[in-house]
C-alpha cells in the first residue's frame, strides 16, 4: 500500500487528479468529493426543513419546499438562499454517486475504494471495489442509505476513499472502459440530459497524458509543487542543527587523530601499513557510511 509520501511521487507518473485537492490527500490514502452527478434508484417524497434537514414525514408548515423522487431522477437538491446542493439519499435505496475528481492510473498502479468512517456511522454502506490498472475517468460509487431516514450530504463533501498499491509487472490496458462508467448509468436508467453525456463524454477525461496535462496545469499543483520546494529546502536546514554540527566536527577531530595515530605507528613499525590501513579500510568505510546516509535523506525527501 502506498503512504502519503509513494503518492505523491507518482503524481504525474502513475497517478493523476483532476481537480487535485490537496487537503483530501492523508497519511495513505486520498479522499474523493461528491460530485452534483447522482441518481436515485428508488421513490420517495422528500420534505425540506431548510439547511440539511429532510425527512419523508410531512410536519405542514413547517415544510420549505416539496420534493417526488423516482428512479433514475437525479438525487441533488439545491438550496438557492444557501448557495449549497445536498446529496439525497432515500431510506432503504442505493444512489449512483459521480465523483467530482477525474482520476487516471498508470499500467504499474493498482487500487481500492473504501468507505469512511465518518459516512458508515451515518448509516451509508457504499461497495468497496477495485481500481484496475489504466483506469481513466470519474468514479460511480453505489450508496446504500440502510437507515429509515433521509440522509443528506453537501455536494463537494468527502465521502469515499481510495488506496493504491504497485503491481510487481506492469499490464497493459485491455478493457476500453468508458470513462466514469457511463455506460453503467444507461443501464440503470438513469436519466441523462444532453449536457450530462457531453460532460462524461469529453474526451479528455478517459486518456491519461490529457489528465495528467489538466492536472499540472491547474493553480492547486503548482502552488503544491511551489509549497514542497519550499519544504525541501526547509528539511534541508533544518538538518543542519547544532546537535548535527557539533557530531560531525566531533568526527572530523576523531578522523584527525586516528591518522596522525596511524602515522605514529607507522614510524615505529619496520612495516608501515597503518596509514595505508586507515584510509583504505577506515576512511573508505566512514566515507561509503556517510554517502548512504545521504542518500536515504536525499531519497526520503523527494
Known amino acids: ?25 492523508k497519511e495513505n490514502s486520498i479522499n474523493m468529493t461528491i460530485s452534483e452527478y447522482a441518481w436515485t434508484q428508488g421513490r420517495a417524497t422528500v420534505y425540506w426543513y431548510g439547511k440539511d434537514k429532510f425527512s419523508v414525514l410531512n410536519e405542514g408548515k413547517n415544510v420549505k419546499a416539496t420534493n417526488h423522487f423516482k428512479a433514475g431522477q437525479k438525487a441533488i437538491f439545491t438550496d438557492y438562499h444557501q448557495n449549497k446542493m445536498y446529496l439525497i439519499l432515500l431510506p432503504h435505496k442505493t444512489t449512483l ?35 484496475g490498472p489504466g483506469y481513466c475517468g470519474h468514479l460511480m460509487v453505489s450508496l446504500h442509505n440502510i437507515t429509515d431516514d433521509v440522509i443528506a450530504l453537501e455536494v463537494g463533501s468527502t465521502f469515499i476513499s481510495l488506496t493504491f498499491d504497485y503491481l510487481n509487472t506492469g499490464v497493459k490496458r485491455t478493457s476500453a472502459t468508458v470513462s466514469s462508467h457511463y455506460d453503467r448509468l444507461l443501464e440503470h436508467k438513469c436519466e441523462l440530459s444532453a449536457e450530462d453525456k457531453k460532460y462524461f463524454n469529453e474526451d479528455w477525461k478517459s486518456d491519461f ?12 499543483y503548482k502552488n503544491y509543487k511551489k509549497s514542497s520546494k519550499n519544504n525541501w529546502r526547509n528539511e534541508v536546514k533544518e538538518y543542519f542543527t547544532k546537535r548535527n554540527f557539533i557530531a560531525t566536527l566531533l568526527v572530523i577531530v576523531l578522523l584527525v587523530g586516528l591518522y596522525f595515530v596511524a602515522v605514529l605507528l607507522d614510524r615505529n613499525s619496520k612495516s608501515p601499513v597503518w596509514v595505508e590501513r586507515f584510509w583504505n579500510v577506515g576512511c573508505s568505510g566512514l566515507l561509503g557510511s556517510i554517502l548512504i546516509a545521504i542518500w536515504h535523506f536525499l531519497k526520503d525527501k523527494k
Open 97 to 131: 454517486v459521480e465523483t467530482k475528481e477525474v482520476i487516471a492510473l498508470g499500467n504499474k498502479m493498482g487500487g481500492a475504494v473504501h468507505s469512511k468512517v465518518g459516512i458508515v456511522a451515518q448509516g451509508i454502506g457504499d461497495t468497496g471495489t477495485m481500481l
Open 209 to 220: 497524458i490529457s489528465i495528467r496535462n489538466k492536472m499540472v496545469e491547474s493553480e492547486s
Open 1 to 25: 500500500m502506498l503512504s502519503r509520501k509513494d503518492i505523491e511521487k507518482e503524481f504525474g507518473k502513475e497517478l493523476c487528479f483532476f481537480p487535485l485537492i490537496m487537503e483530501n490527500l
